[in-house]
């Protein structure tokens, strides 16, 4: 079998690592040290942090501090995103507005808003301030004409790189060494992956810490208190539920796990200035940050009828439900506050409507195989004209 969640991205070494590994105040300084280098900002102004969302609102902040931004102002993300990118623009008094996806042809979609886009609504939109460029699944946005534009506009670059770190754009720069501000996500299934986490390092000269977010204080602990995750089993737990699904128990066991609050949904997540990821998960993201390829996170296609194909792939074993994003906005049970004007966004509600994505890690063996005969079901339901 083959799965894009429950930590289907780890392999049996990779369990046992992620429930072993001890680290110490040094494992942490050191990946600290290493984003520093490889993004290029200072240590004073980077941190790791509890999560990705709060990585993006401590940037924020510190545009805020700067008085580069004020409260209120918008900034421009991409129309198909997850609701923790609202979330931490919220989280700073200021605005979400949202790019719809870029449309080459009928039925040929890309995963990033355009140039032009951010031009035309930079435009309209006195108060859009700053721009989050996130390069969905991995596929590059147009870094050079987006860079551009924001220039023109004066508008403050964020490099969200939850779905693309070490990735590289189409002129050889590696995503994160272009904007103001990089932020990175350790959470599940991202491209360092230690169930949950996050980087952020300013690299705009002009921008320090917000007060706010006092580095020096945050605490590295890891809190099994009984309302928080059991991070290190996350992935033991992923591999039992994958085993379970043989016996279509899974979703017992996860239900289980929920109750106990030993699991949390993804997007339940949150944005804590108090505390950062514990020694041990700086360990595992450091070899992760390493380890990292320019290869895309996952695969993205456009299906005719997904439910119809999701079902079929099931059939042959592949469980690729947990595709991103079922709603623009994703989870679905937070679109609504999001607030989300869909006849702004035409081309990314299709999007949402249509899109499944492909597992990029099975590289070896049986589940190589089953991801082949996946990707020829996928290609079976493909929507004409839709191909990249
Ligand atoms: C595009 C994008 N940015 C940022 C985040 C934030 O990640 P976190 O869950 O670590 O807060 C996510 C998470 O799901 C995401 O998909």
């Given at each position: 079998m083959i799965f894009l969640g429950l930590a289907g991205n780890y392999s049996a070494r990779d369990i046992f690592r992620h429930s072993f590994t001890l680290g110490s105040r040094k494992d942490y300084d050191a990946l600290e040290a290493e984003l520093v280098k490889r993004y290029g900002g200072k240590v004073e102004t980077s941190s790791l942090t509890f999560s990705g969302r709060t990585a993006i609102a401590v940037a924020l902040d510190s545009m805020v501090v700067a008085r580069l931004l004020k409260k209120g102002d918008h900034v421009a993300i991409n129309g198909f995103t997850c609701y923790a990118v609202v979330e931490a623009i919220k989280h700073v008094g200021l605005k979400p507005v949202y790019l719809d996806l870029e449309k080459i042809m009928e039925n040929a979609i890309l995963p990033n808003f355009s140039a032009n886009a951010l031009d035309a609504a930079a435009s309209a939109d006195p108060k859009l301030k700053a721009v989050i460029i996130q390069n969905t699944f991995g596929f590059p946005a147009d870094i050079r004409a987006i860079e551009k534009v924001s220039k023109a506009h004066h508008l403050l670059m964020i490099e969200d790189l939850a779905h693309c770190a070490g990735r590289k754009y189409p002129d050889g720069r590696e995503m994160g060494t272009v904007g103001d501000a990089t932020c990175l996500s350790f959470g599940k299934g991202k491209a360092i992956d230690t169930i949950l986490g996050g980087a952020v390092i300013l690299r705009n000269p002009e921008l320090s810490l917000p007060n706010s977010f006092d580095k020096s204080q945050l605490s590295r602990k890891q809190h099994t208190d009984g309302d928080a995750p059991r991070v290190s089993w996350y992935p033991l737990f992923g591999a039992i539920a994958r085993g379970l699904t043989h016996l279509h128990l899974e979703r017992f066991w996860l239900g289980l796990l929920l109750k106990l609050k030993w699991i949390e949904r993804s997007g339940d997540t949150k944005i804590r200035y108090d505390k950062t990821i514990t020694d041990w998960q700086a360990k595992l993201a450091l070899r992760q940050v390493k380890l990292l390829k320019n290869s895309a996170l996952r695969e993205f296609y456009l299906v005719d009828n997904r439910e119809e194909c999701l079902k079929e792939l099931k059939r042959h074993g592949a469980h690729l439900e947990e595709f991103w994003y079922e709603t623009p906005i994703a989870p679905k049970r937070f679109y609504e506050k999001?607030?989300?004007?869909e006849a702004d966004c035409p081309n990314a509600v299709f999007f949402a409507k249509h899109v499944v994505n492909l597992p990029t890690?099975?590289?070896?063996g049986r589940r190589k195989k089953q991801l082949a005969k996946a990707k020829t079901i996928v290609k079976s339901h493909e929507l004409k004209g839709s191909a990249k």
């Open positions: 999001a607030k989300y004007k890690w099975y590289k070896t």
